[in-house]
Structures are given as structure tokens and as C-alpha cells.
């Protein structure tokens, strides 16, 4: 089974548009550090409660060494600095999800596979799970998600979509 390591931000829009169950379709069980459990569920709200609701399939994992956070934490947020360092434990992921661009980046750098909520999406109409990518786009952006014009235009280019009417 792949050891899927994944960040706040796609859990929080994931839950917010009601398509967390995709997460659970697509990998079986994820992984998510300490800090990002910590970040997701400090409020009390849809995020928090689903993620609380499905620790059957996402498994909260602390990372061994506190030590290396202190490398990271100047360009990234601590749920990112604890994805980077689990991903790289043992065992490793086989994949990373995150959204943040210098997280993404970075995570590169380290050599990890890494693909952002915009490519779960891509995979779920690939494997049947979503019809069409165009409404859930939408649905993050009505949500406060944020996508440039030319990155929604890839993904509904790579989706073989319209674009969404909203």
C-alpha cells in the first residue's frame, strides 16, 4: 500500500466542499503529522469534525526528530516543515500532498513526489470517483480556495472540461 503524507490546506478544502471521502478512495489511508491534526482541528468546524470522524483511514504520526524542523521553518509553515520530515522517515512516502508553492518546491528538492488538491481532483475523474472536475473547482473557489486563471485553465485542460460557471 502507498504511504500518502498529506498538509493541511488540501484536508481543510477537501472537508469545506464535502470531498474528503476522495482521499479515502484514492489511497485507503493517509498520513498526516502531529502538526497538521493540531492546525485542522483547533476550530471547531466541518474540517475538524470530519478528520476527527475518520481516524480509521488518517493515521496521525508524530516525526522522530524534533531537531530538523529548525532546517525548514524559515519558508514553511510547521504542518509543512512536519510533512517534509515524516515524508522522509522511515518508511517514506510514496507521496506528498500539498498546496503551498515553496512547500511544493521544496519537497521537490528533497527528492519526494508531490501532487497538490488540483491533482487529487485530476486523478478522482480519472478513476471514476468525479465526473467532472469543473463544479468542484468551483465549489473550492466559492469556498475561498485560491486559483490562478491559468492554473484552473490547466487543470480543466488536463480534464478535458469547460470552464466552471461561477
Known amino acids: ?31 498526516i503529522p502531529r502538526a497538521v491534526f493540531d492546525e485542522v482541528t483547533a476550530k471547531p468546524d466541518s ?24 532546517m525548514y521553518q524559515a519558508k514553511l509553515h510547521d504542518g509543512e516543515v ?32 508531490v501532487t497538490g488538491t488540483l491533482g487529487v481532483l485530476l486523478k478522482a475523474k480519472r478513476t471514476g470517483l468525479i465526473p467532472s472536475v469543473a463544479p468542484v473547482l468551483c465549489d473550492l473557489q466559492s469556498n475561498g480556495f485560491y486559483i490562478t486563471k491559468n492554473v484552473r485553465d490547466m487543470v480543466l485542460a488536463s480534464a478535458g472540461e469547460a470552464q466552471c460557471r461561477k
Not at 6 to 27: A, D, M, Q
Not at 49 to 68: G, K, P, S
Request: with cysteine; proline share 3%; glycine share 4%.
Open 1 to 31: 500500500m502507498r504511504r500518502v503524507i498529506v498538509n493541511s490546506t488540501p484536508l481543510i478544502v477537501l472537508c469545506n466542499v464535502g470531498r474528503l471521502h476522495l482521499l479515502k478512495h484514492l489511497y485507503q489511508e493517509i498520513f
Open 47 to 70: 474540517a475538524c469534525q470530519q478528520v476527527r470522524d475518520n481516524l480509521d483511514w488518517i493515521h496521525v504520526e508524530r516525526i522522530q526528530d524534533t531537531m530538523q524542523k529548525r
Open 82 to 113: 512536519e510533512v517534509m520530515i515524516l515524508a522522509q522517515q522511515e518508511p517514506p512516502a510514496d507521496l506528498v500532498i500539498l498546496d503551498d508553492g515553496a512547500a511544493k518546491r521544496t519537497a521537490k528538492f528533497l527528492g519526494l513526489t
